[in-house]
């Protein structure tokens, strides 16, 4: 990380401009030069000239202010730190219907903004044009007098001081007085109210143990000095590790932070995520999204990881440990992890390692001196834990706490260099998972995030054989559309799409929306170019919880439509790891198997679609859920073929599909299907065909799954007609 740079903009304005019928002031820009003067001190400042910037008087021109402030905020990092601090008057205009106000500089026309109401240094351009894009550490101190005073019948003008509401996590400010309230200043001591409190605070009053005051215990300072009107605090957090003020180390005190023996101190990460939208929106750009040098390397696996957390954080660097009772092991690092000079923090990082073990899901070793390792364990084995080590992360991340420690862990486990999309949808899942909710503007990008990565799976069908003793009797009977997140990936994108019961039903139904749509489309176009006439029928998977919405329906008659496919060509599966109740505050108004078998029949009737049940054997497999719903098919799982007892279950299975046939309640039974079936199955073609179960689905007919409607070619044929009669 480069060290923190701080940055600060300072204003003070005694005079108004043009005529604004307000009194002039004292001490403002006087207390401006002083604030810097503290900042600035050779013995507890810790800015640098360069990066202060006073505009006093007639030089604190609102244009001149605005180029300053936005230059400072393009050009910032996570780790730096903007103070900025206005003493002055403010105001609202009287045809203004914001909640907004000016900080009147001294070339201010009142006249002008009317017509240009940009053309002034308004709190929302504070709020909306700077600290919303600065990407590091922000604070405010506004030490504005109301004028409440002076009163005059003509006076055109009305003056406001709080109208400077917040939502910016990372962002604190002190304001001198509430709205309606008068700010003061004091002839006694030359300064403004307000001000002479905040020198007081930061030339030492309000300092810590070691000499430091940060901006939290400033405003803790002012907030204890029963100022009437009191002072306004407004904060998200407040970045205690960031000193404004602080007094040199003594040669004592380095030789002591040299020594083995330099006492760390720990705190726990917090847990503060409806505050952290920006933060978060802020971290995931750079672990995802930055256009930086690492993420052309042509490194693979931890040492590419080490280096995006280490980009992503702004630190110094970055290691994969091992702590265990034996002692740490740096498996991979990056270039400027220096494990030597590091050594005290390590250790105490192991000790709470082996103590903790998986009670904390992060944790900060600190030293006198102020650096920081921040500790995240991803894994454990034994009595080995595995933790990613961040060496001097920006403050402004560091502060996310528990948060931060479950992004660093899930990306840790992601491939956010060959899957980016995907890396960034589980690490927001990671954090649904964790804090039960997101806020609003984070639960929307997760929802977009996870729609362009649905989106840009591909579909692939596999076929269903229907069984004969004879080749010429072996054919092709459906297709089942499978999503791949390519054509050649032979496994399922199991976890992209199980992501979606974390976030609910919005996500479920969005989720199958979108891959219906995919394979409708996509299997009518390889239905066209199919070597055989007609068209066979085609299976999709669905959710319990997408066929009780209407928006999921409307997908479904939409798609079938511009694909110009047959309804009855299309069978919905049903998957048996989806429980069939009413959601959370649903109340059904039968038992949940009568309501969803009447569900079910009545869109059959109205869609002339089919449904099936899948994955019967696991999850949520009934015989009762088997044998009440409108069912045209049943698929069973091929965990079935690997029970001991799978010829007696079969067996069970294909009873319950013929019942509704032998009470003659339905004119031919239901088609059973094995899935999954392949030479390592213990339970034979043959005995599944004598069970009478004459359909199956697997790996042991050519290609798995093709975006194209493949044939079974004659020697396939051959073969498995042979093992249907018991040849092997």
């Keep these: 990380m480069a060290p923190i740079r701080r940055r600060a903009v300072l204003i003070g304005v005694n005079h108004c401009g043009f005529d604004l019928k307000l009194p002039s002031l004292r001490y403002a820009e006087s207390d401006a030069q002083a604030l810097r003067n503290v900042l600035l001190d050779e013995r507890i400042g810790t800015f640098d000239d360069d990066d202060v910037h006073l505009f006093v008087g007639p030089d604190a021109a609102w244009s001149v202010v605005k180029a300053r402030l936005r230059e400072i905020a393009l050009d910032s990092r996570p780790s730096d730190m903007l103070l900025v601090y206005f003493a002055g008057h403010a105001l609202r205009p009287e045809w203004s219907r914001q909640l907004d106000a000016y900080l009147v500089t001294d070339d201010l026309d009142p006249d002008g903004l009317r017509r240009e109401p940009d053309n002034g240094l308004r709190l929302s351009f504070l709020k909306r044009d700077v600290f919303e894009i600065f990407q590091g550490t922000s604070l405010l101190v506004l030490d504005c007098c109301h004028a409440g005073t002076y009163v005059d019948a003509d006076l055109r003008h009305a003056e406001v001081m709080q109208t400077y509401p917040t939502q910016l996590d990372r962002h604190s400010a002190l304001l001198a007085c509430p709205g309606g309230a008068v700010a003061r200043e004091s002839a006694e001591h030359g300064h403004g109210v307000l001000t002479r409190e905040v020198l007081r605070a930061l030339r030492g009053d309000a300092a810590d143990a070691t000499g430091a005051v940060s901006f939290e215990r400033m405003v803790t300072f002012v907030a204890e000095q029963g100022l009437e009107p009191p002072p306004v605090k407004l904060a998200h957090t407040w970045g205690p590790t960031v000193a404004l003020t602080q007094p040199p180390l003594s040669r004592h005190d380095r030789q002591a932070l040299a020594e083995n023996a330099n006492p760390c101190t720990t705190r726990a990460c917090k847990n503060p995520l409806d505050d952290l939208s920006s933060s978060v929106m802020q971290l995931l750009g750079r672990m995802f999204r930055a256009k930086a040098p690492l993420h052309r390397a042509p490194q693979q696996g931890p040492a590419e990881r080490v280096e995006i957390i280490r980009y992503a954080l702004d630190a110094d660097s970055v290691a994969w440990v091992e702590f265990s009772a034996r002692g740490t092991a740096v498996l991979n690092a990056t270039a400027r992890f220096d494990r030597d000079t590091l050594g005290p923090l390590l250790r105490r990082g192991r000790a709470d390692a082996l103590e903790h073990r998986t009670s904390m899901p992060g944790w900060v070793v600190a030293d006198d001196a102020g650096r920081r390792l921040l500790c995240v364990p ?351």
Excluded: C
């Design 378 to 728: 991803v894994s454990y084995a034994d009595d080995r834990t595995l933790a990613l080590t961040v060496v001097e992360p920006a403050a402004a991340l560091l502060d996310m706490g528990e948060p931060l420690a479950v992004m660093l862990r899930t990306l840790w486990d992601a491939n956010p260099l060959d899957d980016p999309v995907e890396a960034e949808v589980r690490v927001l899942t990671a954090l649904r998972t964790d804090f039960g909710r997101l806020p609003l503007e984070l639960y929307e990008y997760a929802f977009s995030r996870y729609q362009k990565l649905v989106g840009s799976m591909t579909m692939v069908f596999q076929p269903v054989v229907e069984l004969d003793q004879r080749a010429a009797g072996v054919s092709i009977q459906s297709f089942e559309a499978l999503a791949r997140r390519g054509d050649h990936e032979s496994r399922a994108p199991w976890a992209a799409l199980q992501m979606a019961h974390s976030w609910g039903d919005r996500f479920v139904v969005e989720r199958d929306a979108l891959l219906l749509e995919k394979a409708v489309r996509s299997y009518a176009a390889a239905d066209a170019a199919a070597p055989w006439q007609g068209t066979k029928a085609l299976s999709v998977n669905v959710a319990v919880r997408s066929l009780l919405s209407d928006s999921y329906l409307a997908h479904l008659g939409r798609a079938l439509t511009e694909a110009d496919l047959n309804p009855r060509t299309l069978t919905l599966e049903i998957s048996e790891q989806d429980p069939i109740e009413p959601g959370p505050g649903e109340r059904w108004p039968q038992k949940p198997l009568v309501y969803f078998h009447h569900r079910l029949t009545e869109l059959a009737r109205e869609l002339r679609i089919s449904f099936a049940v899948d994955d019967f054997g696991v999850g949520y497999a009934s015989l009762a859920r088997m044998a009440e719903l409108p069912l045209t098919q049943i698929k069973v799982d091929r965990a079935v073929l690997h029970h001991p007892l799978a010829v007696e279950e079969l067996s069970l299975v294909a009873r319950v599909a013929r019942d509704a046939l032998v009470r003659g309640q339905a004119p031919s039974a239901r088609a059973v299907i094995v899935e999954g079936y392949d030479d390592k199955a213990p339970v034979s073609l043959r005995q599944i065909y004598e069970l009478g179960i004459h359909h199956v689905q697997g790996f042991l007919f050519g290609e798995v799954a093709t975006p194209a409607l493949v044939p079974l070619d004659e020697s396939m044929r051959e073969t498995i007609a042979a093992l249907v009669r018991g040849k092997k």
